[in-house]
């Protein structure tokens, strides 16, 4: 599976983007995906998951309420609609793909895009 990330671009605080992740391979749907972040000196960090189905999803505490993470297994994609965004938010943002199905740790994921960088302006 290969993953291509992108959407992020330049926002100000408050404004809204989409990131899209493209997997090519026929076992897409079979996998649970996340999107993590990593802001400059920082680690990267899990931002959402969601189970192959998108039946379960998961979020960390500091993108609840503003992010939506979904999936269309039809077309091999998988979506982070990021609202309300904060200069906090500004980071690079990578889809992964685990073949155990989803999780919140970087070491579960089989898979990497390159990075979309979203920037956020107070």
């Known amino acids: 599976v290969q993953l291509q990330a992108f959407g992020g671009g330049l926002v100000q605080a408050g404004g809204s983007l989409r990131l899209s992740c493209a997997a090519s391979g026929r076992t897409f749907s079979s996998h649970g995906m996340g999107w993590f972040r990593q802001a400059p000196g920082k680690e990267r960090e899990i931002v959402a998951a969601i189970s192959w189905s998108g039946g379960i999803t998961y979020y960390a505490d500091f993108v609840k309420g503003r992010f939506t993470i979904s999936r269309e297994n039809a077309k091999n994609t998988v979506y982070l609609q990021m609202n309300s965004l904060t200069p906090e938010d500004t980071a690079v943002y990578y889809c992964?793909?685990?073949?155990?199905?989803?999780?919140?740790?970087?070491?579960?994921?089989?898979?990497w895009g390159q990075g979309t960088l979203v920037t956020v302006s107070s």
């Open positions: 992964a793909g685990a073949k155990m199905g989803w999780s919140l740790k970087k070491s579960d994921y089989d898979y």
